[in-house]
T-cell receptor
Framework: SQQGEEDPQALSIQEGENATMNCSYK?????LQWYRQNSGRGLVHLIL?????REKHSGRLRVTLDTSKKSSSLLITASRAADTASYFC???????????????FGKGTKLSVIP | NAGVMQNPRHLVRRRGQEARLRCSPM?????VYWYRQLPEEGLKFMVY????????ESGMPKERFSAEFPKEGPSILRIQQVVRGDSAAYFC?????????????FGSGTRLTVV
């Protein structure tokens, strides 16, 4: 089964720096989504990129998708202490039918932004 | 719009007891998905339900776990005779349709601790 794998597992940066997280997956996808999870809290949907898109922006977030390499990156520019959280990529399979609605999550990247 | 509501937020059960986790989807959403997150892991799909129907329970353990989404009221995830390995965060998500939606809305989760 496909699985998103984020790297690095943990990332520590100074406030104001950019943070880049990567995600790799194994099989064809319909879309790839990034979620944020603050410690002990639920998931917040950040951004979705479809398989026919290469780049997407939302505020300080920039997501790229390379389907030939089966990888995606999430860039957070001008980071803030409030960005400290775990970030997960999740993929939705390209096929339709049973199971296609499931999201497959990676283990996440723990981002620490030091004030 | 109150979003996806899960309760309780925290639940402590002794080994052998039953755990009942509730999820009320967003208004207008008739599809509910349950995911489990073990410590330091990503989310894993458990079950997908529509009103009065289990569509896919392929991610759910065969024994002790059951889920329902009645015509009226919240979706319930039930774990009988809990064991320590059931300790995890259980998240519910909802969506208005299975195809073409733009990402799930997750609840804040129920953190189950089995002592």
């Amino acid at each position: 089964s496909q699985q998103g794998e984020e790297d690095p597992q943990a990332l520590s940066i100074q406030e104001g720096e950019n943070a880049t997280m990567n995600c790799s997956y194994k099989t064809s996808i319909n879309n790839l989504q990034w979620y944020r999870q603050n410690s002990g809290r639920g998931l917040v949907h950040l951004i979705l990129i479809r398989s026919n898109e290469r780049e997407k922006h939302s505020g300080r977030l920039r997501v790229t998708l390379d389907t030939s390499k089966k990888s995606s990156s999430l860039l957070i520019t001008a980071s803030r202490a409030a960005d400290t959280a775990s970030y997960f990529c999740a993929t939705r399979a390209a096929y339709s039918g049973a199971g296609s609605y499931q999201l497959t999550f990676g283990k996440g990247t723990k981002l620490s932004v030091i004030p | 719009n109150a979003g996806v509501m899960q309760n309780p937020r925290h639940l402590v059960r002794r080994r052998g007891q039953e755990a009942r986790l509730r999820c009320s989807p967003m208004k207008g959403h008739s599809h509910v998905y349950w995911y489990r997150q073990l410590p330091e892991e990503g989310l894993k799909f458990m079950v997908y339900l529509q009103k009065e129907n289990i569509i896919d329970e392929s991610g759910m353990p065969k024994e002790r776990f059951s889920a329902e989404f009645p015509k009226e009221g919240p979706s319930i995830l039930r774990i009988q005779q809990v064991v320590r390995g059931d300790s995890a965060a259980y998240f519910c998500a909802s969506s208005p349709l299975t195809q073409g939606f733009d990402g799930y809305t997750f609840g804040s989760g129920t953190r189950l601790t089995v002592v």
